[in-house]
């Protein structure tokens, strides 16, 4: 008998993005908000009784190379757990990639919790954390499936209750390389760390912004545009801006009059994923 799982694997936007330091080994220290919102993957698990490989197929079949970060995450739980069960998994890919939306870490995420359960292999949410941080710096997030203050490399997680926002997201016709950004000479990495009132209080920023502006003129178009409407930030180190509205109606519309030259939605804050209880 073959045992299937489905499960949504969600984006998410970072609030804000703080660079306070950089550590000898060359990560930077951060400080952020993740706001997990609505807009998701899917992926399909199906365990095959006769095979101990792992296969993946893919709606954009030039994401389904060996150095996915899906079937990483699947070769890094069966080297942690010694298991000898496969899987083949189908992605249906929806998020925006090399956008700052997190759509590879949340699915390297989704694939060690869906098969952690399909292979039996009794990890808690640390364990499966400590796996899915050697992947990526935010891949614990989608793990744990809450909201959350972030600290460290991104993996010293906190939730955090936020208000309920209904956020318009435009990704413009660019590729924003994160390597790129964060080794740049100009980017700051010293603001000085700050605490939730700050947050609150609205005295934040993301320090990637103005470089990827001046090295990206999509981005630059993009949020020029989003903010003739409601103030605009960029999520990570990019590509993709957004900006928030209370009212779902409002951020729908907006959604709808997206520039050609971009693509654009509306999704939903969450304050937990799916995951969350899986």
Known sequence: MTDTLTLKSPAKLNLFLHITGRR???????????????YCDLLHFSVPPDTGTESLQCSNPALAGEDNLILRAARALRAHTGSTRGVRITLEKHIPMGAGLGGGSSNAATTLVALNQLWQTGLNKDELCAIGVRLGADVPLFVKGESAWAEGIGEILTPVDLPQKTYVVITPDCHVSTADIFSNQQLTRNTTAIKMAAFLAGQTRNDCENIVRRLYPPVDEALNWLNQYAPARMTGTGAS????????????????????????????GLQRSALSGT
Do not use: C, W
């Open 241 to 268: 801006v957004f900006t928030a509205f209370d009212r779902e109606d409002e951020a729908r519309d907006l959604a709808s009059r997206v520039p050609v030259n971009m693509k654009g939605f509306a999704a939903k």
């Open 24 to 38: 000898p080994d060359g990560y930077h220290e951060l400080q952020t908000i993740f706001q997990i919102i609505d």
